[in-house]
C-alpha cells in the first residue's frame, strides 16, 4: 500500500536547478512540488550531507572523495555554478538543513540513503537515527503523510537503518526487478519497491502490487510513459521534468 504523495520532484528541482539544493527545492516548489526525492551521506566527520556522488567534481567543484572533508568543509563548496551562474554559491546543504526547508513548506521527503562504498552500514545507522531525532513527533502522530520514507540500494544500509529506527518505514531500490526480490524486501520489512521505470513490464508491476507493496519508480520525464505506467498500478513516481509533469499530474 502507498500512503504518500504520487508525483516527487527528483532530487529538488530535477532538470530546473541544481540537483540537492535548497534552490533546488525553491524551484520545485515553485512548480507545485510538495514531495520530494534527494540523497544523503556522510562526510569525513559522520556528519549527512545532501549529495548523490560520492566524489566532488560533477555538481561540485573540487576533487576527492566526500568522505575526505568534513561536512563544515563541505557546505563552503559551489554546489549551483556547474549548472548555471545564476546559482553560483549555492552550496552543498547540511541533511539537517534540508530537512528543516522542507518541514518548514510542508515538503514529503523520500529520503535515499547513499552510501559510498565501505560506509554502508554506517550511513544507515546515522541517517535512520537523526530522521528519527527529526521527526519523533511526527512518527507519533502516525501520520504517514508527516513521516518521510527511507529508502536505498543497500541492504546492508536498509538493514541498519531498521535496527535504528524501525518505526520509519522503508523502500527497497532496485534498478531490475529479478528473482529474489521479495526475499530482499521482507529481510529490510520493506513497505515499497523502488524500480526504474525503464525495466518495469506490466506483469512485474502487478507482481509487486499483489505481493502488497507500494510500487514507485523512477525517473519518468515523458507524460505518456507516466500515464502507461500508473495504469499498470504504479504507485507514484519522481521526475526530472517538473516542467512536463506537474504536481497534479492526472
Not at 535515499?112 to 544507515?124: D, L, N, Q, R, Y
Not at 503523510?145 to 520509519?168: G, K, N, V, W, Y
Request: aromatic letters at 10%; charged letters at 20%; glycine letters at 8%.
Amino acid at each position: 500500500m502507498w500512503n504518500y504523495p504520487k508525483f516527487l520532484a527528483h532530487r529538488g528541482g530535477g532538470k530546473l536547478a541544481p540537483e540537492n539544493t535548497i534552490a533546488g527545492l525553491r524551484c520545485g516548489l515553485n512548480h507545485g512540488f510538495r514531495a520530494v526525492e534527494f540523497d544523503v551521506m556522510l562526510a569525513r566527520d559522520g556528519v549527512p550531507v545532501v549529495m548523490h556522488d560520492p566524489y566532488l567534481g560533477r555538481t561540485v567543484a573540487g576533487a576527492g572523495n566526500v568522505f575526505d572533508y568534513d561536512a563544515a568543509e563541505l557546505v563552503t563548496m559551489d554546489a549551483g555554478n556547474w549548472f548555471s551562474a545564476q546559482f553560483k554559491g549555492e552550496t552543498v546543504p547540511l541533511f539537517t538543513q534540508f530537512v528543516q526547508f522542507c518541514k518548514d513548506h510542508g515538503i514529503w521527503m523520500n529520503i535515499e540513503i547513499k552510501p559510498a562504498p565501505g560506509f554502508e552500514e554506517e550511513t544507515g545507522r546515522v541517517v535512520a537515527k537523526l530522521t528519527r531525532v527529526l521527526f519523533g513527533p511526527d512518527i507519533a502522530s502516525d501520520d504517514p503523510r508527516r513521516i518521510p520514507l527511507l529508502s536505498s540500494f543497500s541492504p546492508l544500509a536498509l538493514a541498519a537503518a531498521m535496527q535504528a529506527a524501525p518505526d520509519l518505514p522503508r523502500a527497497l531500490l532496485l534498478d531490475r526487478l529479478d528473482d529474489g526480490w521479495q526475499a530482499q524486501a521482507r529481510a529490510v520489512a520493506a513497505v515499497a519497491i523502488h524500480t526504474s521505470h525503464k525495466h518495469l513490464t506490466e506483469v512485474l508491476a502487478q507482481q509487486v502490487k499483489a505481493a502488497g507493496y507500494g510500487l514507485f519508480c523512477y525517473t519518468v520525464n515523458d507524460p505518456a510513459r507516466a500515464r502507461e505506467i500508473l495504469g499498470w498500478g504504479v504507485d507514484a513516481f519522481c521526475t526530472d521534468r517538473i516542467d512536463l509533469i506537474g504536481a497534479d499530474f492526472a
